[in-house]
């Protein structure tokens, strides 16, 4: 008998779930590639990249994304694969759209960005400076700079919305869940900040990721964060260009950047101050059980077996992960087979590896 044949739903959604050792390794992993994967395409075609920066900042930055963004992908897949879990759409978390939440998230990580953005500057420039590793950016232009920036645009924007939610929200936050809602949003934005490895991305990457974890642990919905990622880096581009004076040259625009500072910051905590509302309440009501995710009719079911006989539920059923050695004869399909869950890991083998995770990412920033 078939598994369509034996789920009238169709294809049966994957309720397996990470735990915090999976969250751990994924991020030394990640972190690990991150490093020195491009440390070996850069001995290796040192010329070509260097060429490439020194003809346009631009057409190189677009190729730093890609090969980046690659990078994680794989960490995230592989991951994701040997631990038979969905990051985007299991273990209770779906991607879906919700035009409410979405469009709100839009608005709190759009008002984390700009109250923001001139304090993660100075930060940046001031540590950078102290520990001697400030050098200012050289844009070097060609006559297909513009084409090159939209470029650049594109790829920053969707590649990380996709990529990094993966592996951030989609592996890491989510394995870190069993240390407590809180702990999984804080943990996992000091990991996705330390993660760019330097200090100029500190400080917004940080609130960011706390605005995009917190927006998708409420939803359940994977999309969310990924619209909230896609127009963040989306806006903070732009906006860098908008207010660089060293790459305005039409006169119109000379002022510009005088004039945003003080617009940007009311617009911002405007924005905070509504996009905190929104979900707040509906944190209170998820603390309450009325979430707008229980009551969706058209779910996503699993399909459970125990002694033989199937029980469809709902994937907001979730499934809590089992001690190692506890087996309580539930099986369910995982990647097309009958499995068991993956079970729970120890909590202080997970503390130890999540706290060489971050001593890795820090000594990272300074080399």
């Known amino acids: 008998m078939s598994l369509k044949d034996r789920n009238p739903y169709g294809r049966a959604y994957n ?13 030394i992993l990640v972190l690990s590639a991150f490093y020195f994967i491009p440390l070996a395409l850069s001995w290796m075609f040192k010329s070509a990249f260097n060429a490439l920066y020194e ?45 409410v939440a979405i469009l709100m998230g839009i608005v709190l990580i759009m008002g984390v960005m700009l109250t923001f953005y001139y304090v993660h500057l100075r930060f940046g420039e001031d540590a950078e400076k102290i520990v001697g590793s400030y050098f200012p950016s050289k844009i070097n232009q060609s006559d297909f700079t513009p084409l090159f920036f939209v470029v650049y645009l594109a790829l920053i ?18 394995g870190l869940e069993s240390f407590g809602a809180f702990a999984a949003v804080i943990i996992s934005s000091m990991a996705f900040s330390l993660m760019h490895g330097n200090f100029s991305q500190l400080i917004l990457q940080f609130f960011g990721g706390i605005a995009i974890g917190t927006a998708v642990i409420l939803t359940k919905n994977q999309l969310v964060g990924s619209a909230m990622h896609f127009f963040n880096n989306l806006f903070s581009t732009a ?3 908008l207010i660089s004076t ?35 309440k509906l944190a209170l009501k998820v603390k ?6 229980c009551s969706d009719k058209n779910a996503k079911r699993y399909v459970v077996f125990l002694d033989g006989v199937a029980e469809f539920k709902s994937c ?14 539930k099986r369910y399909y ?5 499995r068991k869950m993956n079970c729970k890991s120890n909590a202080v083998i997970s503390s130890l590896l999540l706290a060489t995770g971050g001593v890795i990412a820090i000594a990272l920033m300074f080399i």
């Open 246 to 280: 060293e790459l305005i040259t039409e006169p119109i625009f000379l002022y510009v950047p005088y004039v945003t500072d003080a617009a940007c910051i009311v617009i911002g905590i405007t924005c905070l101050i509504v996009g905190s509302l929104y979900f707040y």
């Open 239 to 241: 906006f860098t260009v």
């Open 316 to 329: 907001y059923d979730v499934v809590e992960l089992g001690d190692k050695n506890f087996d309580d004869g």
């Open 157 to 174: 924007s969707v590649l990380p919305a996709i990529i990094e939610e993966m592996m951030f929200r989609g592996i890491i936050m989510r």
């Open 55 to 99: 003809f346009d900042y631009y057409a190189y930055a677009s190729v730093n994304a890609i090969v980046s963004q690659s990078i994680i992908l794989l960490s995230a897949a592989v991951f994701a694969k040997l631990r038979r879990v969905n990051p985007f759409d299991g273990g209770g978390y779906r991607a879906k759209f919700d035009g």
């Open 334 to 338: 995982i990647c097309g087979k009958l």
């Open 15 to 27: 309720p397996n779930r990470f735990n915090t050792t999976d969250s751990a390794l994924a991020y």
């Open 288 to 293: 309450n059980g009325d979430s707008p995710n």
